[in-house]
């Protein structure tokens, strides 16, 4: 029996759990996104790390900042990576990427302004600020690389929008409908 099987039985070599170039995510912007979750962990393990602080708000804005950049760039990372983003029934991918990436970089950049204007000026508290611009700057390269290689997501480009993940058709121009009945 185990001939019978064995003669047609072959591995699937696409069969991996990564998925690296996809449609929504190259190389590059994949280790850039990889460095993104390493320097808002470490941005928001140093901002934990601070023992005591004038006026807290800034960074308490810090850290909810940091921790939001580090939990959703992680989650869209393994999405964006995976077989995963399939079965999780969004069809806006480069939308949601594209907004998720300018949002953060723009929230990442304020945060770090108002606690590098406000803190104690300690060795941690340098250190937190400065990681927290050189995630600012991987926000804004990885932004930046999105819009050079799609463009603007929400510009329509002519192509027809897609109903519930089927192309709508598109209705024939007058010329080829008179030149068909002819």
Same mark, same amino acid.
Request: charge should be negative.
């Given at each position: 029996?185990?001939?019978?099987?064995?003669?047609?039985?072959?591995?699937?070599?696409? $069969?991996?759990?990564?998925?690296?170039?996809?449609?929504?995510?190259?190389?590059?912007?994949?280790?850039?996104?990889?460095?993104?979750?390493?320097?808002?962990?470490? +941005?928001?393990?140093?901002?934990?790390?601070?023992?005591?602080?004038?006026?807290?708000?800034?960074?308490?804005?810090?850290?909810?900042? $940091?921790?939001? +950049?580090?939990?959703?760039?992680?989650? =869209? =990372?393994?999405?964006?990576?995976?077989?995963?983003?399939?079965?999780?029934?969004?069809?806006?991918?480069?939308?949601?990427?594209?907004?998720?990436?300018?949002?953060? +970089?723009?929230?990442?950049?304020?945060?770090?302004?108002?606690?590098? $204007?406000?803190?104690?000026?300690?060795?941690?508290?340098?250190?937190?600020?400065?990681?927290?611009?050189?995630?600012?700057?991987?926000?804004?390269?990885?932004?930046?690389?999105?819009?050079?290689?799609?463009?603007?997501?929400?510009?329509?480009?002519?192509?027809?929008?897609? $109903?519930?993940?089927?192309?709508?058709?598109?209705?024939?121009?007058?010329?080829?409908?008179?030149?068909?009945?002819?």
């Amino acid at each position: 029996m185990s001939e019978v099987y064995s003669s047609t039985t072959a591995p699937n070599p696409k $069969s991996s759990c990564f998925v690296i170039p996809s449609k929504h995510l190259d190389k590059t912007r994949f280790f850039i996104k990889v460095f993104e979750v390493l320097l808002s962990f470490v +941005a928001f393990v140093l901002e934990e790390m601070v023992s005591s602080c004038t006026s807290c708000s800034a960074l308490y804005f810090f850290e909810f900042v $940091s921790c939001t +950049a580090f939990l959703f760039t992680l989650l =869209l =990372l393994i999405l964006l990576s995976t077989t995963l983003l399939d079965r999780v029934g969004i069809s806006c991918w480069p939308t949601l990427d594209f907004v998720y990436t300018g949002g953060i +970089a723009l929230l990442f950049f304020i945060a770090s302004i108002v606690f590098a $204007s406000d803190n104690r000026k300690t060795a941690v508290e340098q250190s937190t600020v400065a990681f927290g611009f050189l995630a600012t700057l991987l926000f804004i390269v990885d932004f930046s690389l999105f819009l050079k290689n799609n463009g603007v997501p929400f510009k329509k480009d002519g192509k027809p929008d897609s $109903s519930n993940g089927v192309p709508v058709p598109v209705a024939a121009a007058p010329a080829e409908t008179e030149k068909l009945n002819a």
